[in-house]
């Protein structure tokens, strides 16, 4: 699903009284806080979705793989979702639907 197709279900949902320009400003502005909340350390947390977060790696050493010299990566900060109980029921119940 692209971003596009998360506009236009949206404006489906709100129906005919909004316009999928409209729409997109409302779905960027989210986009916008979530990645600004999370630039200044902050959790997000949409209750029967999931929770943003943003958590600490601490540094280690790698290995070249062309010359197999040790490097060092350094810590850094990286943002995580954690689904919660009912976005994981609602996807676990799609892997029973899907024929192999």
Do not use: W
């Not at 197709?5 to 005919?16: R, T």
């Not at 409209?22 to 209750?47: H, M, P, S, T, Y």
């Not at 350094?74 to 024929?99: M, T, Y």
């Amino acid at each position: 699903m692209t971003k596009a197709d998360l506009v236009e279900q949206v404006a489906e949902a709100i129906g005919p009284g909004i316009t999928k320009k409209d729409c997109a400003l409302v779905v960027d502005g989210f986009l916008n806080a979530v990645k600004l909340a999370l630039a200044e350390g902050e959790n997000i947390e949409i209750r029967g979705f999931g929770t943003f977060k943003v958590r600490s790696r601490k540094s280690r050493m790698a290995r070249n793989p062309r010359t197999g010299d040790p490097v060092e990566v350094p810590s850094r900060s990286v943002p995580v979702f954690k689904p919660s109980k009912h976005l994981r029921a609602r996807v676990a119940g799609l892997d029973r639907a899907l024929p192999y």
